[in-house]
């Protein structure tokens, strides 16, 4: 599986930003698909994720009511639709894809065998 982020730029806080994270090659296994974000300094943190089978949707704390994780299946898409953000959403974004992942560790990055490259999210105060 090969993921391919794209989305990312610099906004001013409140405003709103979609990322974009397109898979290819051998996704008909794939159980979830999710995205991480790396602030500097810190650790990687889970952010939301899709488990595809039921179609249902996990975010964070941090982000709930303000993101919002949707699939466009015949593009075998995910796209994060952030609005309302804050300076402390700066990071870069990963999107990330799991054949093997359990429902369980849906939140965890170890879980997730596949990795897209990171795109930038800088939001100003």
């Known amino acids: 599986v090969q993921l391919q982020a794209s989305g990312g730029g610099l906004v001013q806080a409140g405003a709103s930003l979609r990322l974009s994270c397109a898979a290819s090659?051998?996704?008909?296994?794939?159980?979830?698909t999710g995205w991480f974000r790396q602030a500097p300094g810190k650790e990687r943190e889970f952010v939301a994720a899709?488990?595809?089978?039921?179609?249902?949707?996990y975010l964070s704390d941090s982000v709930k009511g303000r993101f919002t994780l949707s699939r466009e299946r015949a593009m075998n898409t995910m796209y994060l639709e952030m609005s309302s953000l804050k300076p402390e959403d700066t990071a870069v974004y990963y999107c990330?894809?799991?054949?093997?992942?359990?429902?369980?560790?849906?939140?965890?990055?170890?879980?997730?065998?596949?990795w897209g490259r990171g795109t930038q999210v800088t939001v100003s105060s």
């Open positions: 990330a894809a799991g054949r093997s992942i359990i429902l369980s560790q849906i939140m965890n990055q170890k879980a997730y065998g596949y």
């Open positions: 090659g051998s996704t008909s296994s794939t159980r979830a």
């Open positions: 899709l488990w595809l089978s039921a179609g249902k949707t």
